[in-house]
C-alpha cells in the first residue's frame, strides 16, 4: 500500500496528525501550491533537509511565492542557519525565496492557498527524525484556516525583517510579494498611507507613514477606518486589518504579506 493510500485525508475538516504525516502535509503543501506558500519555522537547518530544499526549489520553478519566516540571533541565542544553511539559502533567494527574521518567534506554521499546518515541527533534522511531534493540519475554506492565515498576517506579518545575508547579496529582493512580472505590472510596489494618502513603500502589514504610524499606535484599533485606498491610494474607509477597496485586494489576494 503506497503511503498516500495510508495516510489519512481531512475530508474538509480538521486533522490532527502524528509527527509521520504532519511531515507528509508540509510536504503537500509544498508540493500542491500553486499560487503561494509561507513557511514559519524559528529553527533552521535547510542544508539538512535536502527533499524540503528540493520542493522549494520546484515550488519557486512552478511560479509559486514562496516565503520562509525564521527566528532572528540575539545575544542569548546562537540559532539561525549555519554557513552552509546561508549559502544555500543565497541560492534559494536568488530563484526568488523571500526570507525574513522576527525576533523571539516561536510559532510554527505551514500555510498554502490550500491548506494552513500548524504544528510543533520544526524545519530542522532532529524535529524530523528524533523529536515526538504534532501537527493539525486545516484546508483552505474553514472558519480555523482564516484564523490562522490572519495570525501569520497580523501578528507575524507585522515583526518580519528581511534576514541580511553577508556579501554580495543582491539589491532586487527588496520587495516581499510575487515577482510575476504581469503582476508587477499590474499591481507595483507603491502603496499609500491610509491615513495622509502619501506615497510609501506597499506593505499591507505597515500601510501608514511614520508620523500617522505614531498618532494610530497610541490607540492601536486595527479597525479605525481611514481614508485612503493602501493599493490605489483611492478615497476608501480602509483600516489596518483591511487596508485595500475590493479592487486592489482582489488583485493583492493570494500571497501572505510582509
Not at 539538512?48 to 527566528?71: Q, S
Not at 501569520?152 to 545575508?165: A, D, F, K
Amino acid at each position: 500500500m503506497s503511503k498516500a493510500a495510508e495516510m489519512p485525508g481531512p475530508q474538509g475538516g480538521v486533522e490532527v496528525v502524528g509527527k509521520m504525516h504532519t511531515i507528509l502535509r508540509l510536504h503537500e503543501i509544498l508540493d500542491e501550491a500553486q499560487k503561494w506558500v509561507t513557511l514559519v519555522s524559528p529553527y533552521l537547518a535547510i542544508e539538512k533537509l535536502r527533499d524540503i530544499e528540493r520542493k522549494i526549489r520546484n515550488a519557486l520553478g512552478r511560479k509559486v511565492t514562496v516565503t520562509l519566516v525564521i527566528r532572528a540571533r540575539d545575544e542569548h541565542s546562537r540559532s539561525g542557519p549555519s554557513a552552509v544553511g546561508l549559502e544555500m539559502l543565497r541560492r534559494l533567494i536568488d530563484l526568488g525565496l523571500k526570507v525574513y527574521e522576527v525576533r523571539d518567534l516561536h510559532a510554527k506554521v505551514y500555510l498554502s492557498e490550500r491548506n494552513a499546518l500548524v504544528t510543533s515541527l520544526n524545519l530542522l533534522e532532529s524535529s524530523f527524525n528524533n523529536s515526538i511531534e504534532i501537527g493539525m493540519c486545516v484546508p483552505a475554506g474553514r472558519t480555523e484556516y482564516d484564523k490562522i492565515r490572519d495570525f501569520v498576517r497580523h501578528e507575524i506579518g507585522p515583526h518580519t525583517q528581511e534576514l541580511s545575508l553577508p556579501a554580495s547579496e543582491e539589491e532586487d529582493d527588496d520587495i516581499p510579494f510575487s515577482e510575476d512580472e504581469d503582476d508587477d505590472e499590474e499591481f507595483g510596489s507603491t502603496g499609500h498611507c491610509i491615513r495622509c494618502g502619501e506615497e510609501l513603500e506597499l506593505n499591507p502589514s505597515k500601510p501608514y507613514c511614520p508620523e500617522h504610524y505614531a498618532v494610530w499606535v497610541r490607540y492601536s484599533n486595527p479597525d479605525f477606518k481611514d481614508k485612503f485606498c493602501h493599493g490605489c491610494g483611492d478615497d476608501y474607509p480602509a483600516t489596518k486589518n483591511k487596508p485595500f477597496c475590493r479592487d486592489c485586494f482582489k488583485q493583492y489576494d493570494g500571497d501572505i504579506p510582509f
